[in-house]
């Protein structure tokens, strides 16, 4: 079993930066890959960003050049770098984890609000 909990989210201007985390209680040991999704207020819930177990990553176009994921084993945690933010990319971020022999879907986090408005 592996908990996820997201701290951090807020509201930042156009053009700002944000780092976002997803701290695994347990840590990553057999997760092979952790994905950051996001929810607009149209519903849809869209992959953003993925990195494997083996340091692979994985960006969505539509970030490509502006967001970061990371990991730190060491901390057991996530991170998306997100610079250049646009009103665009308002919504709530969820990470997600996908474990070996785990659960259809894997493991989700609780979702933090990403607000980027002047």
């Known amino acids: 079993q592996v908990h996820l909990v997201q701290p951090g989210g807020g509201l930042v201007q156009p053009g700002g930066s944000l780092r976002l985390s997803c701290v695994a209680s347990?840590?990553?040991?057999?997760?092979?890959?952790v994905n950051w999704f996001r929810q607009s207020s149209e519903g849809l819930r869209l992959l953003v960003a993925s990195v494997t177990s083996a340091g692979t990553t994985k960006y969505t176009d539509f970030v490509k050049g502006r967001f970061t994921i990371s990991r730190d084993n060491a901390k057991n945690t996530v991170y998306l770098q997100m610079n250049s933010l646009k009103p665009e990319d308002t919504a709530v971020y969820y990470c997600n984890a996908e474990e070996i022999l785990g659960p259809v879907g894997g493991y989700w986090g609780q979702g933090t609000q990403v607000t980027v408005s002047s």
């Open positions: 347990g840590g990553f040991v057999n997760i092979y890959a």
